[in-house]
């Protein structure tokens, strides 16, 4: 299975502050997702990126979040006013074919 | 009516049971069906994807899609303590990037 990093493994942030998310897209995959676990949820979709555009975004990915590839390679998720309700776990996820993802590790998020 | 429902288990089996797992849904235009395994506080892994109703095998792994009863499975066969962990399915309609999780169950094989 292709591997996917994500940094940090673990982040926490004061109510309030911004966060970015990164992750590490495998080569050659075009599909691109965030999704987010909320402890003892299930698996949320948040946002899919193809052709350099999101492509969809869930109701949960308001005004307050943003996705970016900011060097052409890596992908961040920008969280611009952290809340409470935004502590989880933060997944990144590529696939050449729609119906293929490959999730990343993880980072854990922990707002204060 | 959640869209996916998944029983959470836990299910406990003796090493080299056949599982069963098995997820239920409401919205008929699924098209894309697939089955991850994740271990606690690890990222999901793909174990298998299927593409409307039928089966599929992949070595001990075996998907089955009944659209008509809207209604997925996944069995595995001789299983091992390794397999211990929580499994996923999701799914979405053709015309979409968005997948729908289930709850996941959690599954423990016993030595």
């Known amino acids: 299975e292709p591997e996917v990093t994500q940094t940090p493994s673990h982040q926490v942030t004061q109510m309030g502050q911004e966060v970015i998310l990164r992750c590490v897209p495998i080569?050659?995959?075009?599909?691109f997702y965030w999704y987010r676990q909320i402890l003892g949820q299930k698996v949320e979709f948040l946002v899919s990126f193809y052709n350099n555009e999101i492509s969809e975004k869930s109701e949960i990915f308001d005004d307050q979040f943003s996705v970016e590839r900011p060097d052409g390679s890596n992908f961040t998720l920008k969280i611009r006013s952290t809340k409470l309700e935004d502590s989880a776990m933060y997944f990144c996820a590529f696939g050449r074919e729609k119906y293929e993802q490959y999730f990343g590790p993880g980072t854990r998020l922990t707002v204060t | 009516q959640k869209e996916v429902e998944q029983d959470p288990g836990p299910l406990s089996v003796p090493e080299g049971a056949i599982v069963s797992l098995n997820c239920t849904y409401s919205?008929?235009?699924?098209?894309?069906f697939m089955w991850y395994r994740q271990y606690s506080r690890k990222g999901p892994e793909l174990l298998m994807y299927?593409?409307?109703?039928g089966n599929k095998e992949d070595g001990r792994f075996t998907a089955q899609v009944d659209k008509s009863s809207k209604y997925i499975s996944l069995f595995i066969r001789d299983s091992q303590p390794s397999d211990s962990a929580t499994y996923l399915c999701a799914m979405s309609e053709g015309g979409t990037y968005k997948y729908i999780f289930g709850t996941g169950t959690r599954l423990k094989v016993l030595a």
């Open positions: 299927t593409y409307s109703s």
């Open positions: 080569s050659n995959h075009l599909y």
């Open positions: 919205n008929s235009a699924f098209q894309y």
